[in-house]
């Protein structure tokens, strides 16, 4: 093994996607995020709509993930107390709202930021690195496209009769649908991938893709067709992790084995080595034979670990990075000895 850090490449958008960042830095410190485009609502929607822009609310997140310090790392020898304390402050900055009722009420400082300087430099993977540079961020933050995407979904529930579906157009639409959602598309139905995102996807020695809303964070990143290709060509080991619970509008009443047979059902050509489960969603008996059933549609392993923070539906960073770390055999740790922070 080189003494290199592991290469780890975390696919998804929002809460889901600054929740694995977090637990992959315990990890690596070479982490590349790519993030999905199509959000249209709130301080990205404006923004969007006003300026024709790729929305950067999820891009901001992914960079506070990368500048904050997850608990544990904070007394590492290797850090440097000032720059971290900057690094913290900056995250916070990035990711405050304006408040009042003005034109800028509800705009993140790093929402601004971004789109100020994708208008400047005429490319949001340029502002990116850019900013990567002024921050002094380790790691990357990529868009999953080069355009700003809309999502298409298939809904039913919504008519008086049940079997008919209707077609929804928008994030926030899908994420609130009181329907229920069978199937999602991009539009445009094929879009230019970002090719950053393919060189790491495809150069990486661990991929992981959710947790997150799933129709709108990570079924996305099947559907751009050469990120997919780069998915089934990259030799990486390549996780799965499932919701830790259904989320009200986009997957109500789902268990763990219909998730996976949603995200089957819009890629079957997708190949995962493992699919990631919290030892609470899991069920006894017949039940998990049928997950382990789904989990072998992608050809992967079902893993089953306490990944939950006690009494909530949240993803303990730690948790998810140690077992993470088991599942590669104690591989990253030869790299980095972060995973036992």
Not at 146 to 171: F, H, K, N, W
């Amino acid at each position: 093994m080189s003494a290199r850090e592991p290469r780890i490449v975390a696919l998804g958008g929002g809460h889901g996607l600054y929740a694995t960042l977090t637990a992959m830095r315990y990890l690596s410190a070479d982490i590349t995020a790519v993030v999905t485009v199509a959000d249209d609502g709130g301080s990205s929607g404006r923004l969007r709509a006003e300026l024709g822009l790729i929305p950067p609310g999820d891009l901001r997140m992914a960079l506070a993930a990368l500048m904050s310090t997850p608990p544990g790392l904070e007394d590492s020898s290797a850090a440097d107390p000032a720059a971290r304390r900057r690094h913290e402050l900056w995250a916070e900055v990035l990711q405050h709202r304006f408040g009042g009722r003005g034109a800028l009420a509800g705009h993140p400082i790093g929402n601004l930021l971004l789109a100020g300087l994708t208008e400047v430099l005429g490319d949001t993977v340029g502002a990116l690195a850019e900013l990567r540079t002024i921050f002094g961020i380790e790691g990357h933050v990529l868009p999953m496209s080069t355009v700003p995407l809309d999502i298409e979904a298939d809904v039913s529930g919504l008519e008086a009769d049940p079997r008919i579906s209707r077609e929804i157009r928008g994030q926030v639409a899908v994420a609130t649908t009181p329907g229920k959602v069978r199937r999602v598309r991009l539009l445009p139905d094929d879009p230019p991938a970002c090719e950053s995102a393919l060189a790491a996807i495809e150069s990486a020695d661990l991929v992981m893709l959710g947790p997150g809303s799933w129709f709108s964070s990570v079924i996305p990143h099947v559907l751009v067709p050469e990120q997919l290709k780069a998915l089934q060509r990259s030799p990486a080991r390549k996780v799965l992790v499932v919701n830790l619970a259904p989320e009200p509008g986009e997957t109500p009443g789902f268990s763990v084995e219909r998730h996976l047979h949603v995200l089957h059902a819009h890629a079957n050509t997708l190949r995962v080595d493992h699919v990631l489960v919290d030892a609470s969603s899991v069920p006894a008996g017949r039940e998990r034979d049928h997950l382990e059933r789904a989990a072998g549609l992608f050809g992967a392993e079902l893993n089953v670990g306490d990944v939950a923070v006690p009494g909530r539906q949240v993803h303990d960073p730690a948790k998810v990075a140690a077992v993470v770390n088991e599942l590669c055999e104690g591989e990253l740790t030869r790299y980095s000895g972060r995973a036992d922070a």
